[in-house]
């Protein structure tokens, strides 16, 4: 065998061992998060968006927050939003909520293949999104329903989507939940993770040499920072300043592995920035003045040309990966409510109310305002099919946009379909047959 | 077959402490799809472990063991994903041995399902086979039961050049046979479900008949196999069926031994048709027994469009497309 694994001529030396990185907790184990640097809120500078980017290096290692337990908001990076925009923001965030309770029970009850919730972490998406002009286009991932639903896209559309039916405006070919609306400034989901980092920087790169005046902003899981082009879209941001911010969803999880797959236990995402000269903040994913504020921070920089930002939000995925996924077998079931950032939702809730901008009733009633409205939407949706119940395209989409044209072997595969379609389904509705 | 999978990487494991099994999800939770479950338990976090999401690092890292005398089997959790890996497993993996003139090689088994018929729309169906067969330097394979996924697995891991080893997810569980809305067998009532205990191998590059006939030959691999064999009982067509096994190297002795007698050839795969293996298997066959021929070779394959989630069974080249395509073949006795 070629190689030289022998040790032998060197045995006074130790063998080499490797570390195979283990989260803290697994199914069954006491939870215990008190090694999670839980920053006092408020105490953590705030440079100037123009600064150099290595004014912003310690606060990669640190930790942005601003609401404290106290439930009032604190320091430099308060973003000092009025209660109306800050109950738009919760507003939002319940109908998040809402749409993710619903599109679940809907895969589970066979009107769908496939869904996946952002439970837990509706603050990084939402809050987030609101810091943006309308117009800066984003570069989501999978789990970034919120920022759609923020920029007021239809829930039905959403729905149409998720159930394939055909009110789908991508013609049924997507898997649920990825998404894509230009109208709204909301770039295509891909399936192929990280993909889309790079591609926001491209973006933002053209919209520079345009001298147009819209930033792209890019989120990624903390897993996903681990392919290529995560690492490519840092580098292109970084050489040439590119107007983009890059939000690292940090959830701890990627599918059953802990974030130290992706290197967790060895630097801090937002650490990343350093190596590649960029700026870079670390905050608290639940908080959402936190997200807020350092979202708009790094728009601000962006858009004044002083370079690229790379954020890192520290939240907790409290539900499954997806649908498909069954987190007890990997993971502590307590960690859902150890989580020392708490939720989102909760912290922003009980954030107007310390300030005297809201109450529980009100809570209540937006809540089932909320469920009601998803509700309705989705009874809209379901009248145009579920993915459950048969077929809702015409076979004959499937060959569209596959170029511009259809060329003449697609268009030789289009009639060979329609006349098994006959076949197999007769005059009847394919949606009826199935 | 996922039990059948995870044998043989269990018999491996035993066998050889060279060989090593990573990917995203694999360690711990024995990945998504189970085929590693309780490997690492067993042999340890040295020798089964989580890998960081990164197909590239994946094959790179596998190259580097292989270079070292390793035998990795790693894991890209679906083979839609393997692309960011492809640059290290063709320019690299490929080619070490050729260009080392041998000084070094990579043994490495690179797992990982394919295909569709699940709904995972079109980035968790594709079926890139063809890709790897166009790549000097490395063997692709391809299961259709658990009988043979485990001894073809073996044999991969044993073997010294990189291999391609592509599950069909649609029939992990069952033999899919192409209607889906018909409820799934079950692999307990298959005949090729009973794998043997301990170590045996299917030598690479031998096909399988799977159903003799005199009239016409099914060239097909993976979920396809089934798929084709039952629309030939259904219309009682007297086919001799060939499970290919291995797309590279082929088995062209058998595949020349069965046209030569039959006359007639049917090409059937998942993967969308142009350039995909069919066409080589055509040019393959054209080229070798032309003049048994008695009507030109039919290929059966998907659409020349990515595989769309709602639309897959009108993608799937199921019944009623290799049923027709077996009419024009037939047409003339
Ligand atoms: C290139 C690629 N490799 C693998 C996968 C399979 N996959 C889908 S989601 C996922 C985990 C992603 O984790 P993370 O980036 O942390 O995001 P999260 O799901 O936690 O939000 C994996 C491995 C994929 N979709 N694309």
Same mark, same amino acid.
């Given at each position: 065998m070629a190689g030289n694994?022998?040790?032998?001529?060197?045995?006074?030396?130790?063998?080499?061992?490797?570390?195979?990185?283990?989260?803290?907790?697994?199914?069954?184990?006491?939870?215990?998060?008190?090694?999670?640097?839980?920053?006092?809120? !408020?105490?953590?500078?705030?440079?100037?968006?123009?600064?150099?980017?290595?004014?912003?290096?310690?606060?990669?290692?640190?930790?942005?927050?601003?609401?404290?337990?106290?439930?009032?908001?604190?320091?430099?990076?308060?973003?000092?939003?009025?209660?109306?925009?800050?109950?738009?923001?919760?507003?939002?965030?319940?109908?998040?909520?809402?749409?993710?309770?619903?599109?679940?029970? !809907?895969?589970?009850?066979?009107?769908?293949?496939?869904?996946?919730?952002?439970? !837990?972490?509706?603050?990084?998406?939402?809050?987030?999104?609101?810091?943006?002009?309308?117009?800066?286009?984003?570069?989501?991932?999978?789990?970034q329903q919120g920022a759609l639903i923020s920029r007021g896209y239809p829930l039905i559309e959403m729905i149409n989507q998720i159930y394939s039916n055909e009110g789908d405006k991508l013609k049924g070919r997507q898997l649920p939940i990825m998404y894509s609306a230009r109208d709204y400034s909301f770039y295509t989901i891909s399936g192929n993770l990280a993909t889309q980092v790079p591609q926001a920087v491209g973006f933002g790169m053209a919209s520079a040499i345009k001298g147009d005046t819209k930033i792209a902003a890019t989120w990624v899981g903390d897993g996903s920072t681990a392919e290529g082009d995560f690492h490519a879209a840092c580098t292109f941001a970084s050489v040439y300043r590119a107007p983009v911010v890059i939000n690292v969803v940090n959830n701890q999880w990627a599918i059953s592995s802990f974030s130290g797959f992706a290197g967790a236990e060895n630097a801090t995402f937002a650490a990343r920035a350093i190596g590649y000269g960029i700026a870079g903040l670390r905050v608290d994913g639940n908080d959402p003045l936190a997200c807020y504020a350092a979202e708009r921070w790094a728009a601000n920089r962006a858009r004044s040309n002083a370079g690229p930002t790379l954020i890192e939000f520290f939240s907790y995925r409290a539900e499954g990966h997806s649908t498909s996924d069954d987190p007890s077998g990997y993971r502590s079931a307590q960690e859902r409510e150890e989580w020392p950032l708490g939720d989102p939702v909760m912290r922003l809730k009980n954030h107007l109310i310390a300030l005297g901008e809201w109450d529980e009733d009100g809570q209540a009633k937006m809540d089932l305002e909320a469920a009601e409205q998803v509700k309705a939407a989705n009874t809209e949706a379901q009248k145009l099919g579920t993915l459950g119940h048969g077929m809702h395209q015409p076979f004959e989409t499937m060959f569209e946009d596959v170029y511009e044209d259809v060329p003449w072997h697609l268009a030789e595969q289009r009639e060979q379909s329609l006349r098994e379609k006959e076949i197999k389904f007769g005059k009847k509705d394919p949606g009826e047959a199935q | 077959m996922i039990e059948a999978i995870n044998d043989a990487l269990d018999t491996m494991l035993?066998?050889?402490? %060279?060989?090593?099994?990573?990917?995203? %999800?694999?360690?711990?939770?024995?990945?998504?799809?189970?085929?590693? =479950?309780?490997?690492?338990?067993?042999?340890?976090?040295?020798?089964?472990?989580?890998?960081?999401?990164?197909?590239?690092? #994946?094959?790179?890292?596998?190259?580097?063991?292989?270079?070292?005398?390793?035998? @990795?089997?790693? &894991?890209?959790?679906?083979?839609? *994903?393997?692309?960011?890996?492809?640059?290290?497993?063709?320019? &690299?993996? $490929?080619?070490?041995?050729? /260009?080392?003139?041998?000084?070094?090689?990579? @043994?490495?088994?690179?797992?990982?399902?394919?295909?569709?018929?699940?709904?995972?729309?079109?980035?968790?169906?594709?079926?890139?086979?063809?890709?790897?067969?166009?790549?000097?330097?490395?063997?692709?394979?391809?299961?259709?039961?658990?009988?043979?996924?485990?001894?073809?697995?073996?044999?991969?891991?044993?073997?010294?050049? @990189?291999?391609?080893?592509?599950?069909?997810?649609?029939?992990?569980?069952? @033999?899919?046979?192409?209607?889906?809305?018909?409820?799934? $067998?079950?692999? /307990?009532?298959?005949?090729?479900?009973?794998?043997?205990?301990? *170590? *045996?191998?299917?030598?690479?590059?031998? =096909?399988?008949?799977?159903?003799?006939?005199?009239?016409?030959?099914?060239?097909?691999?993976?979920?396809?196999?089934?798929?084709?064999?039952?629309?030939?009982?259904?219309?009682?067509? %007297? $086919?001799?069926?060939?499970?290919?096994?291995?797309?590279?190297?082929?088995? #062209? &002795?058998?595949?020349?031994?069965?046209?030569?007698?039959?006359?007639?050839?049917?090409?059937?795969?998942?993967?969308?048709?142009?350039?995909?293996?069919? =066409?080589?298997?055509? =040019?393959?066959?054209?080229?070798?027994?032309? *003049?048994?021929?008695?009507?030109?070779?039919?290929?059966?394959?998907?659409f020349d469009t990515p595989y769309p989630h709602s639309l897959e069974w009108a993608y799937f080249p199921g019944p009623v497309r290799i049923g027709q395509a077996l009419d024009r073949l037939m047409a003339d006795i």
């Open positions: 694994g022998d040790t032998d001529t060197r045995g006074n030396l130790p063998p080499l061992s490797l570390h195979v990185p283990e989260p803290k907790f697994r199914p069954g184990d006491e939870v215990d998060f008190s090694h999670i640097g839980v920053t006092e809120p !408020g105490a953590q500078p705030r440079p100037d968006e123009n600064c150099e980017a290595g004014e912003t290096h310690p606060l990669c290692n640190d930790l942005i927050r601003v609401l404290g337990d106290d439930n009032k908001a604190h320091g430099p990076w308060d973003p000092k939003l009025d209660p109306e925009t800050l109950r738009r923001m919760l507003q939002t965030m319940a109908l998040t909520r809402a749409f993710d309770e619903r599109m679940f029970r !809907g895969q589970r009850q066979g009107k769908t293949s496939f869904y996946m919730k952002c439970t !837990g972490e509706e603050a990084t998406s939402i809050s987030t999104a609101m810091a943006l002009a309308d117009d800066d286009m984003i570069f989501p991932s999978y789990r | 035993g066998r050889d402490d %060279d060989v090593v099994i990573f990917g995203e %999800d694999a360690g711990y939770f024995g990945g998504v799809f189970r085929c590693t =479950a309780g490997l690492q338990e067993k042999y340890g976090t040295s020798r089964v472990f989580d890998a960081p999401i990164s197909e590239c690092g #994946i094959m790179a890292v596998a190259v580097g063991m292989g270079a070292y005398g390793l035998r @990795p089997v790693p &894991e890209i959790q679906f083979a839609d *994903y393997i692309y960011p890996g492809y640059d290290q497993i063709v320019s &690299e993996a $490929a080619r070490l041995r050729y /260009r080392s003139a041998g000084e070094f090689i990579a @043994p490495m088994t690179i797992r990982s399902p394919y295909g569709g018929g699940i709904f995972g729309g079109q980035t968790h169906s594709q079926s890139p086979e063809a890709l790897f067969t166009h790549i000097s330097g490395m063997k692709t394979v391809v299961p259709s039961t658990p009988y043979d996924a485990k001894g073809l697995l073996i044999a991969a891991i044993e073997d010294n050049d @990189p291999v391609v080893f592509f599950e069909p997810k649609r029939i992990y569980n069952g @033999p899919f046979e192409g209607y889906y809305d018909k409820p799934a $067998a079950a692999w /307990r009532s298959h005949d090729a479900s009973i794998t043997p205990e301990g *170590y *045996y191998r299917i030598e690479l590059g031998k =096909a399988n008949v799977v159903r003799e006939g005199q009239a016409l030959t099914v060239l097909a691999y993976g979920t396809m196999v089934h798929v084709a064999k039952k629309v030939c009982e259904e219309k009682g067509v %007297d $086919a001799e069926v060939i499970d290919l096994r291995t797309l590279v190297p082929v088995d #062209i &002795e058998t595949i020349e031994a069965s046209v030569e007698k039959t006359g007639r050839c049917l090409i059937v795969h998942e993967a969308s048709r142009t350039s995909g293996f069919g =066409a080589e298997l055509s =040019a393959l066959v054209q080229e070798r027994c032309f *003049y048994h021929l008695e009507a030109p070779i039919e290929r059966v394959t998907g």
